[in-house]
């Protein structure tokens, strides 16, 4: 029986769908939906996120500004409103670190 979840994703243009058997965890998901990815650029949203109006165009924007940045995030607020992080560096060696 369709969700309205369901509907919605079937409204959409340009959405891929990608159906995963259970056990899998987040970085798996992640990652299967990364491999049938064919847009220019790819946005992990976590399905119990909130976003704000007009969050995505700044981000496209700025990964767009510049071809040394290859990556760009949101940033994280708590339930108050409180910003948790605001990005992360990611260095020469892959290492990351929370910016907040």
């Known amino acids: ?14 959405v891929r769908i990608v159906a995963l058997d259970g056990g899998l965890n987040i970085a798996d998901a992640a ?7 064919r847009g220019t650029y790819l946005h992990f949203l976590a399905a119990d996120a909130l976003v704000a109006e007009n969050w995505l165009p700044p981000l496209v924007t ?7 940045i290859g990556a760009v995030g949101s940033q994280l ?23 907040c």
């Open 62 to 68: 700025l990964i767009g500004s510049d071809a040394r």
């Open 77 to 99: 607020r708590d339930s108050n409103d409180l910003i948790e992080e605001a990005g992360a560096v990611v260095w020469r060696n892959a290492q990351a670190s929370n910016y």
């Open 1 to 14: 029986m369709p969700t309205r979840k369901d509907d919605f994703l079937q409204s959409c243009s340009g």
């Open 31 to 37: 990652n299967a939906g990364a491999k049938v990815a």
